[in-house]
Nanobody
Framework: VQLVESGGGLVQPGGSLRLSCAAS????????MSWYRQAPGKERELVAA????????NYADSVKGRFTISRDNAKNTVYLRMNSLKPEDTAVYYC??????????WGQGTQVTVSS
């Protein structure tokens, strides 16, 4: 099983980034895919999730209206489009795959830094 995140980097406040997470080694379409983040000195928190069935989504209040999660089951990839970035969005962003809490996988993380 592999989850490989990409797309992180340094961006100015108000800017945008798109994170990608390429999955392999499991039936991607059957898993709920999520993005979490962890800032220095803080606990890891859920940012956004997209279900395997129906594709419904949910977001942390802090990112609603600014971030969009999507998935492409043909490419085994989940995305996180981040707009209007703020310094408080600075964190390591992790991709997560969950199958009804019976199986759970994490990526290695990608750093997002929002700074002028």
């Amino acid at each position: 099983v592999q989850l490989v995140e990409s797309g992180g980097g340094l961006v100015q406040p108000g800017g945008s980034l798109r994170l990608s997470c390429a999955a392999s080694g499991f039936t991607f379409s059957s898993y709920t895919m999520s993005w979490y983040r962890q800032a220095p000195g803080k606990e890891r928190e859920l940012v956004a999730a997209i279900r395997s069935v129906g594709g419904s989504t949910n977001y942390a209040d802090s990112v609603k209206g600014r971030f969009t999660i999507s998935r492409d089951n043909a490419k085994n990839t989940v995305y996180l489009r981040m707009n209007s970035l703020k310094p408080e969005d600075t964190a390591v962003y992790y991709c997560n795959a969950d199958y009804w809490r019976l199986a759970n996988h994490w990526g290695q993380g990608t750093q997002v830094t929002v700074s002028s």
